[in-house]
């Protein structure tokens, strides 16, 4: 847990550091001027949190799978891998370990940097509080999502640095940006369809019908998981669609407090939504994108492999929640802030010690 809390601390720091010292800029996505965080500060951010990726031991429940698939692959022909399941991903193992073979350490931190580069800096250009997206962007757990999923982690990483293409309608690129994703996992194709929903604006009536026919669909899984099992083989995720090919009715599905814990902001955006909308006239894509991602949540509390795929959405949390301070006077602004961060590290705390085997960390020299 020390390591964990050593992180966090030193993230508030240097967040706090890298808003002291930013500088003023133009947003031309956003037509406003934002303060861009200094980034030194935010490479010091950047190196804590890969560190603590790369130099990890068993720490995550499928970092077994992945330390095996590195010499796996490694050993494997790069000619061989084109055109298999995720092959970008299995292409760049090959690539690592032939450039520096037998170095685990070494590939986790080329990882790590393509999971956690590209959410830190679209927080830094995209993010209204910085310092209070990165504390939300930890204590709400998504930090600890790549610990597991690796290759998926990897593909939300990059469609959600592309998601400002969505505020200019810039499509083709988006697209383009997914099918890169693709090639480190499949799963990411789902980001094709989703755009023209999020896209619209907030609570319309094609959002509340999408929603209201996932809801339906829902009371009906068990007759439909032949169809999404179908999906995920159409895709290339044998693997999934094996492991998950007869619907248990007996899942415990995901926890239940992460459903809870998702809901609050919506319902918060829903209230105040005018309010919001004259703050942040472009809102409403962090809005749908969170509204997705409590969908996704929802599903998988009946199956918890759904749960993976509310992981592209959760990254938008951490940039709704702060336009909330727009809501507040200054002082009830910071009393909100204080609040929230206090609730969100009590959350974290809590989940730790239960949550796919984050707890205890182990450092890969002390094995």
Known sequence: ???Y???FIWTVVMSVLA???SKAKYNNVLKKENKLPNPFFVALILISFMSFYALRWKTGTDFGNYYDAYFTYGQTSIVELIGTRDWGFSVLTSAVYDLWPDSFVFYNYILA???YIPVVFTYRKYSNAFTFTMVLYITMMTYYWPYNG????IACSICFCAY???YDK???KYVLCVLVAYLFHSTALLMIPIMFIVTRRAWSKLVVITLTILGVSLLFLSSIWNSIIGFLEFIGQEKMANDYGVFNSDDVGANILRIAVALVPLL????FYKQLKRSNPKIDLLINMSLMCVAFMIFSSKVTLLARLSIYFGFFYALLIPEFLALFKERDGVLFLGLTVMFFFIYMCMLLPVDSDLLPYRFIFDQ
Do not use: D, E, H, W
């Not at 918060?268 to 209230?271: E, K, N, Q």
């Open 113 to 115: 940097a393509l999971t």
């Open 268 to 271: 918060i955006s829903f209230i």
């Open 170 to 172: 810039k499509y083709i």
């Open 164 to 166: 400002p293409l969505l």
């Open 150 to 153: 690796v290759r998926q982690s």
């Open 5 to 7: 809390l050593f992180n």
């Open 1 to 3: 847990m020390a390591v």
């Open 19 to 21: 808003v002291r010292y």
